[in-house]
């Protein structure tokens, strides 16, 4: 099931119109049934305790809100979750992210930042390799992560953005998870902010996928969208068998390419 751009970005005349009552105070359950329906329409879709997120019960920034995602169940099970839908359901656009997991991840725990523009609950669905889906949800209190003013030379901004930086855990213990972060200089325009100097909004200008491989083999898949918050930031885990390179490629939503490529010894 492929999940496409232009159907999150129908999802805000949805939000609109529900926006007063579940954004008045605080996270509402009201916008999820509109959200599946767009998403996941006729599936099913299961709550389950072995997916879990963690994250503030009010965020002090809401362009930059932490989650943590951790997922209760082997990589290698024949009904591992294999990817994970992040939806922020009172945001413009509510698709944050997706992520992809193998079982090369070693473990399927993922940090991460998102924007929230309001009180929202936040929701990760997992999808099993043979079609089958399961959710949790957290509310959080989060405000103008989407909008608002942005200022800047906007040529500047561009030419520094791309740059990728990838920590390693030592030591390194092959054969196990160990965890590594990603960074990436970017600044995730929404498409939704307004340039301080023109008074017009800025477009769209976004990472929109990156690819992480281990010695050639792949370890994890993310699709980004505009919730992911600016220099997206992500922890993650990744299981060698023993030295090699762990690489990360990456492109944006101009078509734009860039890698980064760090060497791992024990």
Known sequence: MGLKHQAALGLAGIVAALYSAAAAAEA????????????????TIEKADFIKLEGPARAESGAQVPITLTVDKPLDAADAIRKVYIIVDANPIPLAATYQFT???GKAQISTR?????????HAVGETADGKFYMTALPIRAAGGCGGPVDGD???????SGKIKVNVDKPVKFGEANPATLMIKHPMFTGLQRDLVSGGYRPAFYMQKLDLSYNGKPVMHIDFGVGTSEDPYVRFFYQPEGPGTLDVKAIDNEGKEFEQHTEVAG
């Not at 509402?28 to 599936?43: H, M």
């Open 103 to 105: 079982p090369l991840n």
């Open 28 to 43: 509402s359950t009201a916008l999820w049934p509109a959200l599946q329906e767009t998403f996941f329409a006729g599936k």
């Open 114 to 122: 998102v924007r929230m523009e309001t009180d929202s609950f936040i």
């Open 154 to 160: 906007e040529k500047a901004i561009r030419a520094a």
